[in-house]
């Protein structure tokens, strides 16, 4: 990690989010990000976090109920020559910039990394990716990379009151991706305890997250989670948590 920050969705703060110009700037600045994939009908990934395209898109449906020559149509609501990102396009640009930082992979549904990793082998990216899978997901996808595809790394979502602090769980991690939302979770002990194991421990800034009660002084929470000794924070404010930081 070349810096204390991930970027979130691509380049989030700056560029529609999961968009090429997203991830073009990302590259360029050589910044860890986040991203997430979904998949078509015909077995393409694309980077988009929503299951639909309603929220972004001059389009509705399902990413997985349409083919990707069918994707590749729509554009994006917030600049009108933008559209879809597949898998293969990212790895072409990873590439082309000689990208050396990480990319952290949030995949949505357990059945679809079977198509990513068939796109992934073409490229030798297992160096700078690494995948997550969210809530009830997160310690079956662990197994399956485990079992099937072990060069990958795989982190361990760990949320609000996460029932998986032990020693057993995080031993199978190879990353720990921490959130939460009503009450201070992520501290010192947490961080020492993925440490010891030799676990980096990621941290999620309280803008991702709606309800979070840090909203009010997200500074203040950063000066926390920097004290509590977090590998580094993913957020949408890259400026100002980097000006920010000691």
Request: with cysteine; hydrophobic share 40%.
């Amino acid at each position: 990690m070349k810096e204390k920050i991930i970027l979130h969705r691509g380049y989030k703060g700056k560029y529609p989010e999961n968009s090429l110009i997203s991830f073009e700037n990302a590259l360029k600045e050589n910044k860890a990000f986040e991203t997430d994939i979904r998949v078509s009908r015909d077995g393409v990934p694309f980077m988009i976090h929503d299951e639909t395209l309603n929220r972004l898109f001059d389009g509705t449906g399902r990413i997985k109920d349409l083919d990707s020559y069918e994707l590749i149509n729509f554009r994006y609501l917030e600049n009108g020559g933008l559209r879809l990102v597949s898998l293969m396009e990212l790895c072409e640009l990873i590439k082309k910039y000689n990208y050396d930082n990480l990319i952290f992979v949030h995949i949505k549904e357990l059945e679809d990394i079977n198509g990513v990793i068939k796109v992934l082998n073409n490229y030798n990216l297992n160096n700078i990716i690494r995948f997550f899978a969210c809530d009830n997901l997160t310690l079956k996808f662990i197994e399956l990379i485990e079992a099937k595809y072990p060069k990958y790394s795989a982190g361990l979502h760990f949320y609000e009151n996460s029932p998986y602090y032990n020693r057993e769980i995080f031993e199978k991690a190879d990353f720990i991706w921490a959130d939460e939302i009503h009450f201070k979770w992520i501290d010192r002990e947490k961080t020492e305890f993925a440490h010891s194991f030799g676990k980096p421990f990621y941290a999620i800034s309280p803008e991702l997250i709606t309800e979070s009660v840090f909203n009010a002084d997200i500074k203040g929470r950063w000066e926390e989670l920097i004290e509590a000794g977090v590998d580094a924070v993913c957020t949408d404010m890259p400026e100002e948590f980097m000006n920010f930081y000691p």
